[in-house]
């Protein structure tokens, strides 16, 4: 007998909870699962041997093309390099070059040549400036934004501007600054 009277206790749980035993597992299923797979796998090899037969194009091999814009390199097959050399007056450009690209093109009235010769350089200046010396790139963008934006404010509406006439607007006539200095006189008197 164990002490403190363990298998007492044991033996009273066993018989008042009816402890159920998991079903064997049988092979059946596991067979089943193996050839449900065997017959998956001979379908897939009897599709590549039917493709095998009707002569598909072979794939044609990948290889590296750089951009002439911003020397990032993808790898691409031949014909995708010709295609994109074609619609770039022979020049491969990735595709986010190919965007910026489109938006110079936008911006100028669409001469392409002019559009990429524009992208190339605002690239190659980048490469030159931006990548060693981060810092004073960002400086740089900073105040071409400054520049930009002082430019719109010259141009905004001034109330003190007579020659033309804002719409629909609150324009200050003067300043208020002596009346609250007039107002504030008065209090201490």
Do not use: W
């Not at 097959?77 to 007056?89: F, G, P, S």
């Amino acid at each position: 007998m164990a002490p403190h009277g363990e298998s007492q206790v044991l033996n009273s749980y066993a018989r008042t909870n009816n402890i159920i035993k998991p079903p064997k597992l049988s092979n059946d299923n596991l067979k089943r699962t193996i050839s449900d797979i065997s017959f998956e796998l001979s379908k897939e090899a009897s599709i590549v041997a039917a493709a095998a037969a009707n002569n598909l194009p072979p794939i044609s091999e990948v290889e590296d093309a750089k951009c002439e814009c911003c020397g990032m390199s993808e790898e691409c097959t031949a014909e995708y390099i010709d295609r994109v050399r074609e619609k770039n007056l022979g020049k491969y450009i990735c595709g986010l070059c190919c965007e910026a690209v489109k938006l110079e093109l936008e911006k100028n009235g669409g001469n392409k040549e002019e559009a990429i010769n524009t992208h190339m350089h605002t690239c190659v200046k980048f490469n030159k400036f931006g990548r060693a010396f981060p810092v004073l790139s960002q400086a740089e963008a900073m105040r071409q934004m400054l520049k930009k934006s002082h430019s719109i404010r010259a141009k905004s509406i001034s109330p003190r501007d007579r020659s033309v006439a804002k719409k629909g607007g609150i324009a200050r006539s003067s300043s208020c600054i002596p009346f609250i200095t007039r107002e504030i006189s008065e209090l201490n008197i």
